[in-house]
């Protein structure tokens, strides 16, 4: 039977064409993870991430505004060298762009990207661009971490505790009510922010594993349960909501969970910490929630809610998912 792309989702693409037997000389970490990891220098290892926004699949421009635009595209590149414990420091754009699109659109798309730029201490160090249709931007950034700073997916260990920083939901909530045509605050799906270097050098002190949520909390934490090679229990009464979020499900009459669960693009940090980690970083970092734990067992993660336990891996999946404009 003839297979198309979305029959096979973006995992198994990606699984098909990696090729495992080129000479890894220099590679700490390849394709995997939040970004590639590669040997640098005596202290320090550089990461290298990319992620490309297509319009009428991540954005649409009757929703988003170009300096919106701009600065997501930072925003979610730089959620990547952070997710890893480092700090992005090049950028590398290249933009496929309308001949029909005004100067001033293309002049808001780089306002808000440098804003986004700055906010990060991020240079743009060069790139490419041409004509299309439809707008395409990718920006591939350049970042460095301490080696014994690096967060993997795969240091997690039994008995430590699962935790998330800030709210979930909140993109999720935007694009529903878009969709709904209803009013109500859709920041966190127009202007997401990735968290700040300093949280997540903070974080990486103590953590032992972490990784970000760009396609959901119950997708990322199977990431980290595969790679790991340990079962999560998550516990649904943990999970952080803003009351923003759970307003635009009362109104929507949705389940604000599922909106954290499989919405994604909240790009806060999911990141395991050993029991005795927990008050340390409390001191220094509080933002963040405690949702679950880490134990020995078959790799999968499972809700706990008030009428039981079900496994969950739902997530955002690019070419199985319907376009997120």
């Not at 096979?8 to 970490?29: D, M, T, Y």
Request: proline share 2%; with cysteine.
């Amino acid at each position: 039977m003839e297979q198309f792309l979305k029959d096979i989702g973006e995992h198994e693409f990606i699984s098909r064409f990696l090729r495992k037997n080129l000479p890894a000389s220099g590679i700490v970490q390849g394709i995997g993870d939040d970004c590639a990891v590669l040997d640098f220098s005596e202290n320090e290892y550089l990461l290298v991430t990319s992620d490309m926004m297509v319009e009428d699949r991540h954005f649409t421009r009757s929703w988003f505004s170009m300096s919106q635009i701009g600065r997501k595209l930072v925003e979610i590149n730089v959620s990547d060298i952070h997710s890893m414990g480092g700090k992005a420091s090049y950028g590398f754009l290249s933009v496929a762009f309308p001949g029909t699109m005004r100067a001033e659109e293309s002049n808001s798309f780089f306002t808000g990207l440098y804003e986004s730029a700055d906010r990060h201490d991020l240079q743009l160090a060069g790139g490419d661009t041409t004509e299309n249709d439809k707008i395409i931007v990718n920006l591939t950034l350049l970042g460095h971490v301490e080696k014994k700073r690096l967060q993997l997916r795969s240091g997690c260990q039994d008995g430590d505790l699962l935790c998330v920083t800030g709210t979930l939901g909140k993109s999720a909530a935007g694009l529903a009510l878009f969709l709904a045509g209803q009013s109500g605050n859709k920041s966190g799906y127009l202007e997401p922010q990735a968290r700040s270097y300093s949280d997540a050098l903070t974080i990486s002190l103590y953590a032992t594993s972490m990784i970000d949520i760009s396609d959901g909390l119950a997708s990322e934490a199977c990431h980290l349960a595969r790679h790991s090679g340990l079962q999560f229990n998550i516990r649904q009464n943990d999970i952080p909501l803003s009351d923003e979020t759970k307003k635009s499900a009362s109104l929507l009459k949705a389940d604000p969970i599922e909106w954290a669960l499989s919405g994604g693009e909240d790009y806060e940090l999911l990141f395991t910490l050993p029991p005795q980690k927990l008050d340390t970083l409390k001191k220094q970092f509080s933002d963040f929630s405690c949702i679950g734990r880490a134990s020995k067992g078959v790799a999968k993660v499972c809700l706990e809610t008030d009428s039981g336990q079900r496994e969950i891996s739902k997530g955002y999946e690019h070419f199985k998912t319907q376009a997120k404009k």
